[in-house]
């Protein structure tokens, strides 16, 4: 029995959407990873940016509790 060209074109139709199909999807799929990735290192410096943050006020509250220790007990009016 001789091949069908009718079947045979569709087929080959039907594959190449296919094949199209499958590589926008993995071009966005990179677009994707890509972006995620971006986000993982925009978060950890964001992270790093806290801690510091946190650090440096961790460090003020530390002089602001000398000063007022400093100030305990002496007189207002005495200079």
């Known amino acids: ?7 045979h074109s ?5 594959t190449r959407r296919f094949e199209e ?8 799929f990179g677009i994707i990873k890509s972006d995620l990735t971006a ?4 978060v950890g410096n964001l992270d790093q940016k806290v801690e510091a943050l ?4 961790d460090r003020n ?3 602001i509790i000398e000063l007022l220790t400093q100030l ?8």
């Open 39 to 42: 986000v993982r290192l925009q």
């Open 21 to 28: 199909v499958a590589e926008k999807h993995d071009r966005e």
């Open 54 to 57: 946190g650090e440096k006020i």
């Open 72 to 79: 305990v007990g002496q007189r207002p009016d005495a200079g």
């Open 1 to 7: 029995m001789p091949e069908d060209p009718i079947a």
């Open 61 to 63: 509250q530390a002089q």
């Open 10 to 14: 569709e087929l080959a139709a039907l």
